[in-house]
């Protein structure tokens, strides 16, 4: 029996496959995951419909999953921006951390009638935000240092930098617990609808701002250019200094802006231990979402799902923490391999002719 | 001629999703044998051949070498079976060496561990032939010495100069395809299957590519020839395929048939090839370039001192061996190239050091050697490509937005003026998706359009079909009445010769020799590409030092 194998690029991608992968995906996932539960005992019917049905069916469930949205679009969006220009921003956590701490010493230490408190926290934050980020991308364009191992070295700066400055300059609020003064009723972001805040506004503005920055302003065509051949933007004349800045100070932006949206809206205060590991979970939203800024909101509302619903399992069926990182880790796994089957077709052939050997055939036909 | 073909293809079948790429195709070598096989962009031509060595495998049909059923599942199998290919786009790594490249997938252990005895004694005996050492030796060591040599004298055989021990990036694109040659070389084929080999060759060295393969072909190598050139199936080929839209036109031994018949087997039509060059006045200069130097990518100079000056209505054309300096003077007056030396004024405006953005916006337009590389995005649809330079054009929205469907519009405008195929949708089909030919078309649509003071070409019919030829250099030419100033580089003498005013010789960086076509010595512009030592020995030198005081 002869089994043969073909690989071959496909010229057009049906469209019930364009929208039919991610769902056969995420279930594919499930499936496998479930193997895991058995092991443990959990029906997974009960476990996914923990994760999944009761999250999106119960008001607390909506309403955490959009709160943990709030910051994961927000960073993914900061690692979005630069990735349409051909650049890595692996650093959006210590961005956010910084806009964060901005936004924080904002709140505390000025007086502002009104909501201006709340729109000079955000600048601050933004422009804090901007400026970490502005560093590796003027070491980019200038020196053409590898902006990966920049903007994540000064992560852990960041990181590092908040650890000072929570446990010293900034402490505050009653004992000497790592962490500050608890913000006053003006520097809280008030609350849209249950226990939303009105951060989310913010976020959905800034999805809207990266979608008509891409695909209506000439710097968008610009950064389009440069992301797909820098060579060729060069020589149309794109300066590639000015589109490699400008992606990294708007993406920082959008990440310091995350930050203080986390603290004044969620935490209440700055606390030493704030390191929610958004900035890293962006990445991945940001490579399910490259292809526009309204993917890049949907995969971070699917992926602040995955985190919410993964903690509801936990509590209710006391399935282990480290199982439901699994399932997410899955379901990045699956859908990234579906990406491959999206562009290839694979068939499987089988003959019955003993009369020759076995051949794996394949080919590409890019 | 009754005996057996040495390679049978019969009725090759290979579809595409869309297209039906071979329909039908036979398709047969003679042993020692130069076969030319010629067709457009599309025509099927690549397909085959990539059936052939491996590539892809066939829908239908089967194919016979020297009598027996070849089964190809990879180019592993196309080798080992006498097939060897080198392909159009190069298949080598960059930063691997010219030696390394050749011996990827042939690796011959480090000398020390060599089976048959000859050692240096670094090592014991006893240890040397050990199977376990030996079996790792094979997996994980690797000399070079012996195929270094080996390489070397191929190299030499076939008169191709190269340095075994340089870094692919740092050879130039002619010096490349020898590498490709000699890596099918290396590897003792039975039959070769050269796709394009001589784009990137001058006339001289095609003329010594031919002596090798007619050499080769002597000794009973079969050798497929791919070409867009006719004069070359001509000179070269014993008998010739032709192939249109999939479809084998035919196969005629090439003495039997002229030119302009093969021409018109091609493409379906009849092929003008004689260009009306009407007289134009010359104006003044658009571009006046002064002691030009600068550096290539290794930081060696490779411009040393060059003065171009080229006025509206005029073009220049300048004639060279691949990697003398052609590349970095394009890319110098394209404001793409640092200078180290030397000024540059457009218009009256001194551009010198001044940004690729200020040479764009002074009007200047450049269609690079390198399609892929610096002339257009490949994954971005065809309007982004079209638009590459002109979104900044007021007419596309003034301020920071950017009117979408103007840009569409404007494409699909050039698309249509330009003739550019295979482009239903304008934002739907990426540039890379193109044929070659009709990438150039947009680029060079792309660049005229903009209505150019200066047009810097490099190489703009490279590996373009016959069609295509035709229609850019028609498009130059028109561009000249329109009083632009054109800098036309390229390798094809005829190319030069038809098109241009002026021509200039460039050697090692520098202009060495300047004639008009009219009154140019076709043998002397040759061997002034050469440095004036052809290979002709003493009448070479006799006719370099009669025309030595003239020419610098």
Known sequence: MNVELDIGAREDVPTWLVYGTPVFTVLAALAVSSVALVALDVSPVAAYSVMFVETLTSEFGLTETTVKAIPLVLTGLAVYLPLRAGLWNIGAEGQLILGGLAGTWIGLNVSAPGYALLVAMFLGAGVAGAFWAAVPAWLRAKYDINEIITTLLLTFVALNLKNYLIRGPMQGGAGTFPQTEQFSGAATIPSLFGNVHAGLLVALLMVAVAYVLVTQTRLGFEVTFVGSNPEAATQAGISRYKVYILVFVIGGLFAGFAGIGEIAGVQGRFRADFEPGYGFTAIVIALLGRNGALKVLLAGFFFALLIVGGSSMEVALGVPAALTEVIQALVILFLITAEFFKRYSVSLRVDRDPGTSPATRTGSDA | MTEEPFLRMEDIVKEFPGVVANDHVDFSVRRGEIHGLLGENGAGKSTLMKILYGLYSQDGGDIYLDGERLELASPQNAIDAGVGMVHQHFMLIPKLTVAENIVLGDREPAAAFASDGGSDGRLPDSLRTNPVVQALAQRFSLGLEAPESRIHDLAGQYGFDVDVGAKVWQLDVGQQQRVEILKALYRDVDLIILDEPTAVLTPTEAEQLFESLQQLADEGLSIIFITHKLQEVEAITDRVTVLREGKKVGTVPTADITQADLAEMMVGREVLFSLEKDPVEIGDPVLRARGLRAENERGIEALSGVDLTVREGEIVGIAGVSGNGQTELAEAIAGLRDLTAGEIVVEGIDLTGASPRAFVDNDVS????????????????????????????????????????????????????????????????????????????????????????????????RGVDVGAIEFIRESLLAQRTEGTGVVLISEDLDEIMDLSDRVLVIYEGEFVHETVPEEADRGRVGLEMTGGSGEDGVEASAEAAAGAGEAR
Do not use: W
């Open chain 2, 366 to 461: 450049f269609v690079p050697e390198d399609r892929l590389r610096y002339g257009c995005a490949a994954d971005l649809s065809v309007m982004h490509n079209a638009t590459m330079k002109d979104f900044r054009n007021g007419q596309f929205g003034d301020g920071q937005f950017l009117d979408y469907p103007g840009l569409r519009e404007y494409a699909e405008t050039l698309v249509e003026e330009f003739d550019v195929r295979g482009v239903h949708d304008v934002t739907d089909v990426e540039a890379g998706e193109l044929s070659g030919g009709n990438l150039q078309k947009l680029i060079l649509a792309r660049e005229i359009h903009r209505e150019p003071d200066l047009l810097v070409a490099n190489q703009p019919t």
